[in-house]
């Protein structure tokens, strides 16, 4: 056993040792920079924080569309009425095959699903939970539409490959399309139809009746927003695929456990239980949500399902999974139904005053929610197991991407994944309105369904250093948020030292500022830095901003990875609790 344990260490070694290599230079040039002199250095045009120089690389992380609540909380008296409300807004699922279903056969001939053998045996993880956690007619829409503003984007700003006779080639002979998405239904329908909103394009059946009708993904139904009905589309005004090829399919890749990069809760289950246990018995997190189990209790009185539902993670004071409670007030809220519908209330002499309530109750149940998961995530070990994969697999692809030929296709790759992935990736690259600890309330952070993306405007983005509604740690990713991880080439003349590309990172169609945990002075890189005492990226000072570059990123990886890497000797443990994920989001 000795000798297992020292050979399973050496090769845990060894890997560490080959990625460290492959971004020895990146890292040379940072410390060259971080001991410069020259205060101006790394400092360009602020116009690079919106749309100036070529991005040459894309890295996409959204959260699924619109869905269903994840759970049903109510009475069980009402348990069918709520079920076939649900059952209304989400396309039908037939049984048998889950990757040949009638009404996603449209999208994934397209964009066919590929489910390694190691996720829940090639199934999908939710799909016996129906309607509860799917993907509705509005969330295919909204990610059909976000892949669209994407398509804007880049066809404006991005790169583009040399003409042949005098013809603009086609996007997928632009960019090299990789499409990968957690073992859900819902996060697989979601980024096939981001792909069909950026690849597809749609007949037009009229712009008033486009105006009245949202359009299920690929076209498959045509849906009463109103009404919640449905009906079969005309054939002729079906989505198809321009740009795709019987031998240009675009995968959806749902990668071995092994191997995977998107889902930490999935791959290193005790490892992440034993982290996230750690954060809980904190006398700080103990304290401040025992203070919410009065909120818990009353809650819990309306929707009994809440205090009988198994927790994750052992449990915590407050006694109920919060991520569900917030689940009660952003469905409603998302399609129109009254917080009190299906409920002993309903149609009473109290229903007017139980509304006001509930919807008393709405903007403290999402602001304990953030605060969890802020505390979460503010200890090193817990968020490097789940951003440093991914960024490291990132800056691998970001580094190819610098040495290639004028006409080679570029990266363009998308992860579909859930809201406390992107949160602990923004707070891995230390977006400032999470990490700097101000607040300005917790419903004035949510951006209103259908306008999460308004800032995208013909592909062009806004620069968030003028803009103050995103400046609290209470804000909490809306359905269809996405963030963008964009390699810009510097236009000619730019260039600074050896530095000929930069990283712009977007949220929702504007761009971010950044602290992440490097610190002004090279000391002291894992302490818990107040943002004072950390570099900023993406502020503007006289026209001129710092931006990321690869060897800062390179060394944000590093920091990650010497918090991530002391943790690996427990990744192969077998877990057999409470199933830990992000099943909520």
């Not at 690079?48 to 690389?57: A, D, F, P, R, V």
């Not at 991407?401 to 891995?428: C, I, K, N, Q, W």
């Amino acid at each position: 056993m000795a000798v297992l344990a020292s050979s399973s260490r050496a090769v845990s070694s060894i890997r560490l040792t080959q990625r460290t290599i492959s971004c020895c230079q990146v890292l040379s040039s940072y410390c060259k920079r971080r001991h410069s002199t020259t205060s101006t250095t790394g400092s360009v045009d602020s116009s690079y924080l919106q749309n100036e120089g070529t991005i040459e690389g894309v890295w996409i992380f959204h959260r699924h569309g619109d869905r269903a609540p994840n759970r049903y909380l109510g009475s069980p008296t009402y348990l069918a009425a709520e079920s076939a409300h649900w059952y209304s807004r989400i396309p039908p699922v037939e049984r048998g095959d889950c990757h040949h279903h009638d009404h996603y056969a449209a999208l994934s001939q397209h964009f066919p699903p590929n489910i390694h053998k190691s996720q829940n045996d090639g199934e999908y993880t939710d799909i016996n939970r129906e309607p509860f956690g799917f993907l509705t007619y509005n969330g295919m829409d909204q990610m059909r539409s976000v892949g669209k503003r994407f398509r804007q984007r880049y066809d404006r700003y991005g790169h583009h490959n040399s003409k042949i006779n005098g013809e603009k080639r086609s996007f997928l002979e632009d960019w090299d399309i990789q499409a990968y998405s957690t073992n859900y239904l819902r996060t697989v329908t979601s980024v096939q139809c981001f792909l069909d909103g950026l690849i597809g394009y749609h007949n037009s059946v009229g712009e008033n009746r486009q105006k009245q009708l949202l359009h299920a993904g690929g076209g498959l139904r045509r849906y009463y927003k109103d009404a919640g009905k449905h009906e079969h589309m005309d054939p002729s005004a079906l989505t198809s695929s321009g740009d795709l090829s019987d031998d240009r399919l675009v995968q959806v890749q749902v990668r071995d456990k092994k191997t995977d990069t998107l889902n930490a809760f999935d791959k290193r289950p005790k490892m992440m239980n034993d982290l996230v246990k750690n954060v809980i018995s904190m006398e700080g997190f103990q304290r401040v949500d025992s203070d919410a189990k009065g909120l818990a209790d009353e809650l819990s009185e309306f929707l009994p399902g809440l205090s009988g539902a198994p927790q994750a993670f052992g449990g915590t004071p407050s006694g109920i999974n919060w991520i569900h409670a917030n689940d009660h007030f952003v469905c409603r809220r998302a399609h129109g139904i009254p917080l009190s519908a299906f409920s002993d209330y309903e149609g009473t002499s109290d229903e007017d005053e139980v509304e006001r309530l509930l919807e008393s109750w709405a903007t403290p149940v999402c602001s304990h929610l953030s605060w969890r998961f802020r505390e979460w995530y503010a200890c090193p070990k817990l968020v490097a197991a789940i951003a440093a994969p991914p960024f490291q697999e990132m800056l691998d692809q970001m580094i190819d991407v610098t040495s290639m030929g004028a006409d080679e296709r570029r990266p363009f790759v998308v992860y579909s994944a859930h809201d406390v992935t992107l949160l602990a990736l923004l707070y891995a690259i230390g977006a400032d309105f999470l990490v700097s600890g101000e607040d300005c309330g917790g419903r004035d952070m949510v951006e209103g369904t259908g306008g999460t993306h308004s800032h995208m405007v013909e592909g062009s983005i806004s620069s968030n250093s003028t803009q103050h509604s995103m400046s609290s740690w209470r804000w909490w990713p809306d359905y269809s948020s996405a963030i963008a991880f964009e390699l810009v080439r510097l236009n000619k003349g730019h260039e600074y030292g050896d530095t000929t590309h930069i990283i712009r990172v977007i949220l929702n169609g504007r761009t971010l500022c950044l602290l992440p945990r490097l610190s002004t002075d090279d000391e002291g890189i894992l302490k818990d830095q107040p943002p004072c005492s950390r570099q900023r990226f993406g502020a503007v000072s006289e026209g001129q901003s710092q931006m990321l570059s690869l060897s800062d990123f390179a060394q944000i990886i590093s920091v990650l990875e010497q918090s991530s890497y002391a943790s690996t000797n427990e990744d192969g443990g077998v877990y057999n609790g409470t199933k830990v994920g992000v099943e909520g989001g």
